[in-house]
C-alpha cells in the first residue's frame, strides 16, 4: 500500500517500494531473439517494397548497365565508360554515324569512381578481347572519392564484393561489414530511398530507368537553376579540396593502363563537359592545371594511355542540366569534339 506523511502542506502520496526481479538467462535471450526476428522481418519487407518502387535513379543505372554489359552476345567497336557525365554526353548513334562500326556506352555514377570503369573494361575484354577504342569520361571532381562497398553491392553479379572489391582493392574488415550492411540492411543502406516511400507513399510508383540500347541516356530540358547551384558546389569543392588522387584511383587508373599495355590498345580519357560560368574562377581553372599536369605525366609513363582534353568543353546552362550534365541537343555537339580530337591524336601518332 502507499504510503501517508503527514507535513506543513498536508497529507503526500508517496509510492510503495517496488522490488525487481533479475530476469532470467531465458527471458533475456527470448528478448533478443524477438527484437533480432523485427529487425529482419522489417529489414525484409524493406528490401521487397525498394525491389517494388526502386526510387534511386544511380542505382538503376549500375544495375541497367552491368545488365548490359553480361548479356552482350558480340563485341563493339567503341567502348565508353565512365561516370553520369558521358552517359548523358556521349551518344553512341552519333558515334556510329560519324565514324561506322558500333559503340556501346556503359558509364554509370561518379561514385563507382574509375575502380568501375576498370571493373567493366577487364570484364569485356575477358569476354571478347580489347576493342579498338576505349573512351573514359570522369567529372572533375571524382578523383579523390573512394568507392563505397554500400555501392559495390548493387552490382549485379555474384559476391560482388568478394570477386571484384577484393580482387582489386584487398580485404579490409570495415568495407566487408559495409558489404553486408548493403546487402541485409536497407533500412541503413537506402535509407533516403525508404523515407521518400514511406513519406510520400502516393509517389512511390515504379520508376522507369530510360537508357537506349546502346546505353545512352539522355536528358530533354535543360535545368538552368540546378547548373547554377551545382556551380557553387563546384566553387566549394576545389577551394576545400583541391586536386588529389585517392588510392582507389590510382588502384584502377595503373590496372586499366596495364590491360592497356598487355593487349596493345589506346585509352582514351575524356574531361566532363563543363558550365562556362565555372571556367572564369581562378581556383577552377588552378584544379583543372592540376589534373592536366597528373595526366600528363601519368600518359608518359603509360603511352597507351591518351588525355584528349587539356581542359573541358563548356556550354551554357541553358544546354545543362546541371553543371556537368549536357541535354540531350548538346550531346552531339560534345561527342563530334571527342571524335575529333582521337583521331587528331591518332595522326599524330
Not at 112 to 133: A, C, N, R
Amino acid at each position: 500500500m502507499p504510503k501517508e506523511r503527514t507535513g506543513r502542506r498536508g497529507i503526500e502520496i508517496q509510492p510503495a517500494d517496488e522490488v525487481l526481479r533479475s530476469p532470467s538467462i531465458r527471458t533475456l535471450l527470448a528478448t533478443a531473439l524477438v527484437a533480432l526476428g523485427v529487425v529482419l522481418f522489417c529489414n525484409a519487407a524493406a528490401g521487397r517494397l525498394l525491389v517494388a518502387f526502386p526510387q534511386n535513379d544511380g542505382y538503376a543505372m549500375i544495375k541497367g548497365k552491368w545488365n548490359l554489359l553480361t548479356g552482350l552476345t558480340r563485341p563493339v567497336d567503341v567502348l565508353i565508360l565512365g561516370d553520369s557525365s558521358c552517359s548523358l554526353g556521349i551518344d553512341p548513334r552519333v558515334i556510329e554515324g560519324e565514324i561506322g562500326g558500333t559503340a556501346l556506352n556503359l558509364c554509370t555514377i561518379g561514385d563507382m569512381t574509375v575502380v568501375g570503369s576498370y571493373w567493366m573494361l577487364d570484364h569485356y575484354i575477358q569476354k571478347f578481347g580489347p576493342p579498338e577504342t576505349v573512351i573514359i569520361g570522369h567529372v572533375l571532381n571524382i578523383w579523390q572519392r573512394s568507392i563505397s562497398p554500400i555501392v559495390v553491392e548493387q552490382i549485379p553479379v555474384p559476391n560482388s564484393f568478394v570477386n571484384l572489391y577484393t580482387d582489386t582493392l584487398g580485404f579490409q574488415w570495415r568495407q566487408y561489414f559495409l558489404s553486408l550492411v548493403a546487402k541485409y540492411i536497407p533500412f541503413y543502406a537506402e535509407n533516403r530511398s525508404l523515407a521518400r516511400i514511406l513519406t510520400y507513399p502516393w509517389r512511390a510508383s515504379k520508376r522507369d530507368f530510360a537508357m537506349s540500347s546502346s546505353g545512352f541516356t539522355g536528358i530533354q530540358k535543360p535545368n538552368p537553376h540546378r547548373v547554377l547551384e551545382d556551380a557553387k558546389n563546384y566553387r566549394r569543392f576545389v577551394r576545400k579540396k583541391g586536386f588529389r588522387i585517392s588510392r582507389d584511383n590510382q588502384i584502377a587508373l595503373d590496372n586499366i593502363a596495364h590491360l592497356a599495355e598487355k593487349y596493345e590498345f589506346d585509352v582514351f580519357f575524356v574531361v566532363a563537359p563543363m558550365y562556362e560560368g565555372l571556367i572564369s574562377d581562378p581556383e577552377v581553372e588552378a584544379y583543372i592545371t592540376e589534373q592536366n599536369r597528373f595526366f600528363e605525366n601519368f600518359s608518359r609513363l603509360h603511352p597507351h594511355f591518351k588525355n584528349v582534353f587539356s581542359e573541358p568543353m563548356l556550354f551554357s546552362e541553358y544546354e545543362m542540366e546541371n553543371a556537368d550534365h549536357v541535354i540531350l541537343s548538346a550531346s552531339p555537339v560534345y561527342t563530334r569534339s571527342i571524335l575529333k580530337s582521337v583521331e587528331a591524336i591518332r595522326r599524330r601518332n
